[in-house]
C-alpha cells in the first residue's frame, strides 16, 4: 500500500498474488466446458428432431433442426450479410454503452449531488418498454445503424452503470482512511483505490450488458430496417418461412455466445486477481 517514502500505492485486493492455473490446467477447463456444452445441445438437438417427426409437426411451426441446418446452408452469403450488419450494431452499442455507463458512474461518484439526481432518471429509463422508444429512435435517427445502435445503448447503459457505481461505493472504508492519512488527492483515491476495487463490480456489469446487447439492436431492426437479422424474423415470418426465421436465431444466439466470450476474457484480464470457480 505504502513506499519507503510514504506515497499510496495501487490498491489491489487480496487476491492480488495469490498463484494462478497453469495455462495446461486452463486449456483442459475449457476443452472440458466445450465439450460438455456440445454434449447438451446435441442431446437436445436429438430429442427436438426425433419429438417432431414422430409429432409430425407441420414445418411452418416448428422446422427441425436439419430443416434449419438446411436454411442456414441455402442462403449463407444472405444471412451472412445481415448477421455482419447486426453484429456491428451490438459491438458498437456495446462500446458506446459501457463508456457512457462508466462515466455516469465515476460522475456520480466524484459528485455525490449529481449522482442523487441522475440515479432516478436511470431507473426511470429502465422503465420505459424499449418497444415504445424504438419508433422514436427511428424517427430521431433514421433507418441506419445510428438508431439501433442508440437502442442498444440504452439497454447496455444501466447495468454497467449500476454495477460499476455500485462497486465504488462499496470501496473497503479501511483503504480510504489510509489514504486519508497519506495525504492522497481525491484523484489519486479514485485512482489507485477506489478503481481497482469497484473493477469486479464493473466486469459484472459487462457481463450483463453482453447478454442483453442483441435485444436492442434487433428491436431496433424490428421497428424500422432494411437488412440485419431482425429484418430477416420479421421477412421469415411474414412469409411463413419458420426455418429460415430460426436460421436467423442460431446466428443470433451464436453471435450472442461470441460476444459474451469475448466480453468474459476482457473482463478477466481486467481483474486478474479475482479467483473464479471453473
Not at 458506446?96 to 462508466?102: I, R
Not at 445510428?146 to 462499496?170: E, N, Q, Y
Request: aromatic share 6%; hydrophobic share 60%.
Amino acid at each position: 500500500m505504502f513506499d519507503d517514502a510514504g506515497e499510496i500505492q495501487h490498491a489491489c485486493p487480496l487476491h492480488c498474488g495469490s498463484p494462478h492455473p497453469g495455462g495446461s490446467t486452463v486449456t483442459r477447463l475449457v476443452v472440458s466446458r466445450i465439450l460438455r456444452i456440445a454434449a447438451v445441445t446435441a442431446g437436445l438437438l436429438a430429442v427436438w428432431q426425433i419429438a417432431v417427426t414422430v409429432l409430425a409437426v407441420p414445418a411452418y411451426i416448428l422446422p427441425t433442426p436439419t430443416r434449419i441446418a438446411a436454411a442456414l446452408a441455402a442462403q449463407p452469403a444472405f444471412l451472412a450479410h445481415n448477421a455482419l450488419i447486426t453484429g456491428t450494431e451490438i459491438v458498437l452499442g456495446l462500446i458506446v454503452g459501457a463508456a457512457l455507463g462508466c462515466a455516469t458512474a465515476l460522475a456520480a461518484s466524484l459528485f455525490p449531488a449529481a449522482g442523487r439526481v441522475m440515479l432516478p432518471v436511470m431507473v426511470a429509463s429502465q422503465a420505459l418498454p424499449v418497444f415504445a422508444i424504438a419508433p422514436l429512435l427511428v424517427i430521431w435517427f433514421g433507418f441506419g445503424l445510428a438508431s439501433k445502435i442508440v437502442m442498444a445503448t440504452l439497454i447496455i447503459f444501466f447495468p454497467v452503470a449500476s454495477a460499476f457505481l455500485d462497486g465504488l461505493r462499496r470501496t473497503d472504508p479501511g483503504l480510504l482512511d489510509l489514504a486519508t492519512i497519506a495525504g492522497a488527492s481525491r484523484f489519486d483515491t479514485l485512482r489507485l483505490i477506489r478503481l481497482p476495487s469497484a473493477l469486479p463490480g464493473l466486469a459484472s456489469g459487462l457481463r450483463v450488458a453482453a447478454a442483453v446487447a442483441p435485444i436492442g439492436a434487433v428491436v431496433g431492426e424490428w421497428v424500422g430496417a432494411s437488412a440485419g437479422l431482425g429484418f430477416v424474423m420479421l421477412q421469415a415470418n411474414a412469409r411463413m418461412q419458420t426455418d429460415t426465421l430460426f436460421a436467423a436465431l442460431v446466428l443470433l444466439a451464436a453471435m450472442a455466445l461470441i460476444i459474451r466470450a469475448g466480453v468474459d476474457l476482457f473482463a478477466r484480464r481486467l481483474t486478474p486477481w479475482v479467483s473464479e470457480a471453473p
